[in-house]
């Protein structure tokens, strides 16, 4: 698998992001901040809510989302066995399109626990 | 909100039901039984594997999906603060183009807890 | 199912491209014209071509485009057991969230068979 | 065309976000709000946002979203030129796929200006 | 065009894979033998589940996923002109946003040509 | 950011577009100038034009789509306040599954800017 270190990966994320900070009106500011709280504790748990995010950015495909959901989750001490069902689920709801994803998916993984 | 009943929606789903499993071959079987297995108890509790369909459905803005997830966290005890944070992660990562389903999902909501 | 019968959606969707005609200049009218003409015979059967169509509907999940390739696949005498395979794909290719649909395009099928 | 009435369709949209509203939390309510600003009058005018919404509708094929941008569209006085060509852009963009939310986003339209 | 040669790209998926099946419970490993016996002969020719297969991936923008169905329908013996018109639906159905994949498609199949 | 160079990016898109040129048939050579016509001065300037296709492959997420219409924008004269507005709109309709698209495209928003 070709993929970038998780500390390359970081580093290109957080760049991206000072370049909308820099380039962002009031509004998209905002959006970014909901963005962050919509994953903070609550009635539900920062695990399972990351495990939602990981779901849904599964289904859309969006590798980048996927990376930094299945980074959190590890950081919330998500298990081998739960992040497989989450990935499940989202396989199950997207189809055969997605395991290109997955692939990626299970590659950082294993550099997260590698780490 | 212009819905059927719980009960309609429930017929015709099932109604739906049984016509592909009279049309369908061994994979397809397969795979309506994949699609079952994916939501039982394991690593994870029923009640998380439901809200990862809640919110993958939303953001791919499937209705029925959304309905009959919604349905299921209801039987598994899902409280109306855990549903709308579920929900939160779902507009926040699908954006405006989710709000319809939205508001069909909390009408839904709405007619199970009038039960 | 609650379905409209054949007629009332031919004519619906007769009624629809007539008020697109009315309203497209040259550009869209063209577009209309390719789009008809991307499915004539040619190195590939008619039969092969709506079968593409009526799967790449299901993947990308548009009832109407789905009832189309559907009573098309049935004009060109596709079986019961070639229309089960090519939706098979659909469904493996795009998930559970196709489901639905399916339910659909399976009455659908009836409602060309009983005619 | 089988669309509800424009008064219907309204009180319906109305209904539904209140219901929203009254299910949201604080991050709810806030991208709700954002979702209003984005489309105030700035750089840009509102009739250009407007169909910059309307587009990203069409290709996204989402009614309520097509017939909200159409109905702000009109307001804003949008051509049927200019409608045409907006919706020849989503065309273009996304496909026969959007087809069948041309022939309603034309017949909201028609709807409109019978007013 | 920056492709990386079929060799590299057939390793890569398959060690992907082998990643995958180390990760899985049972259920996503039946998944997946579904997705193989899916394209396998039938009422329908393994030549036209290919084509079906890639107008799918077309239309859902995956292009590992067209590189896979190009490469297996050059192994079914699917013509120039026949990959042309599957391609052309895919086209007419998805829009331009699938014209990057196009490029990378009709890259892939002089690849494959040129072997 | 990891970017082609915008010289790169134009090489290798021009490139694709000859294969595509050289293996389209009489159909696809129509599709492809339609898509070059709707782009053209009409009821809209083409700056606004390029503003819905800019906004339209946001929420559709094609990058390569996306530096397009980013490098006809600013051929175009849209300023950085027009451009920030314009995926704001994106943002909001898509979500945040738009993000690291944003990233990408503010990236190429400022090295068009240091040309």
Same mark, same amino acid.
């Given at each position: 698998m070709d993929l970038s270190s +998780?500390? #390359?990966w970081e580093n290109e994320r957080s760049e991206g992001n000072d370049l909308i900070l820099k380039n962002a009106g009031l #509004?998209?500011?905002r959006l970014m901040n909901?963005? @962050? !709280?919509a994953y903070r504790e609550g009635a539900l748990s920062v695990k399972t809510?990351? +495990?939602l995010?990981? @779901? !849904? $950015?599964?289904?859309?495909r *969006?590798?980048? *989302?996927?990376t930094y959901h299945i =980074? %959190? $989750?590890h950081e919330e001490g998500v298990t081998s066995e739960e992040l497989e069902e989450a990935i499940l689920v989202g396989y199950v709801v997207g189809g055969s399109i997605v395991v290109p994803h997955? %692939? =990626? !998916?299970?590659a950082r993984w294993e550099q997260l626990q590698a780490e």
């Open positions: +998780l500390e #390359q #509004q998209m500011k909901i963005d @962050t !709280a809510k990351e +495990l995010g990981l @779901t !849904a $950015s599964l289904v859309l *969006c590798d980048d *989302c996927i =980074r %959190r $989750s997955m %692939r =990626r !998916a299970f």
